[in-house]
């Protein structure tokens, strides 16, 4: 069974960081894109930031320049480094990964920026 399981998240100021994390474990082989999605209340799921297996990046127009992701494969492990965070950043936060067309999510882990 394919498990995602989130760290990292919690409170923080506006201008502060955070650094999120995601392991997954189980027999899955091989990842091919990880990445993060965020949901705020009453608002859709967007994604965040993505990354492939060969290590090609995308971002949201609303994080570039402030939040970085990055993978470890042998880890299966996938980050994101969220810098400058802002009220607006505040959501619950997903990892989300595929292989062969499927799709495994977390269950999330909350991000609060207060002002």
């Known amino acids: 069974q394919v498990q995602l399981v989130e760290s990292g998240g919690g409170l923080v100021q506006a201008g502060g960081s955070l650094r999120l994390s995601c392991v997954v474990s189980?027999?899955?082989?091989?990842?091919?894109?990880m990445g993060w999605y965020r949901q705020a209340p009453e608002k859709q799921r967007e994604l965040v930031a993505s990354?492939?297996?060969?290590?090609?990046?995308n971002y949201a127009d609303s994080v570039k320049g402030r939040f970085t992701i990055s993978r470890d494969n042998a880890k299966k492990t996938v980050y994101v480094q969220m810098n400058s965070l802002q009220p607006e950043d505040t959501a619950v936060y997903y990892c989300?990964?595929?292989?062969?067309?499927?799709?495994?999510w977390g269950q999330g882990t909350q991000v609060t920026v207060s002002s």
């Open positions: 189980g027999n899955i082989y091989p990842i091919q894109a």
């Open positions: 989300h990964v595929t292989t062969w067309g499927y799709n495994y």
């Open positions: 990354i492939t297996s060969g290590g090609t990046t």
